[in-house]
């Protein structure tokens, strides 16, 4: 059974880098099977495919937000990493980290997923 835990600042600054960290448990990041998904959900608004990474270590991200992400892993300790640069307070959101048995690329549909991480409040203020 996978299970995922995002964890982070729940307070980051306007203009500097939000760090966000997901732990997997009950299988391996480098797993063939699985996608390593972040999205966010804002106050008010709908869910928002951020980006991915596969076991293989390939990273996609949504172009919207392309110039500002990077996702990474941490094989030894089964994590998988979002940062993102330049936060405004717009990037104010629930982050969360999804698994998915398929390649689907800017899925916002929750039962897309197979596993969802419970989620990680991040607000960006002075």
């Known amino acids: 059974q996978v299970q995922l835990q995002e964890s982070g600042p729940g307070l980051v600054k306007p203009s500097q880098t939000l760090s966000l960290t997901c732990t997997v448990s009950g299988a391996s990041i480098r797993s063939e099977y699985y996608y390593w998904n972040w999205l966010r959900q804002p106050p008010g608004k709908g869910l928002e495919w951020m980006g991915v990474?596969?076991?293989?270590?390939?990273?996609w991200y949504s172009p919207s937000l392309k110039s500002r992400i990077s996702i990474s892993r941490d094989t030894s300790k089964n994590q998988v990493t979002l940062q993102l640069v330049s936060v405004t307070p717009e990037d104010t959101a629930v982050y969360y980290c999804?698994?998915?048995?398929?390649?689907?690329?800017?899925?916002?549909?929750?039962?897309?997923?197979?596993?969802w991480g419970q989620g990680t409040q991040v607000t960006v203020s002075s």
């Open positions: 999804a698994a998915a048995k398929t390649f689907i690329m800017s899925a916002t549909t929750k039962n897309q997923y197979d596993t």
């Open positions: 990474i596969s076991g293989s270590g390939s990273a």
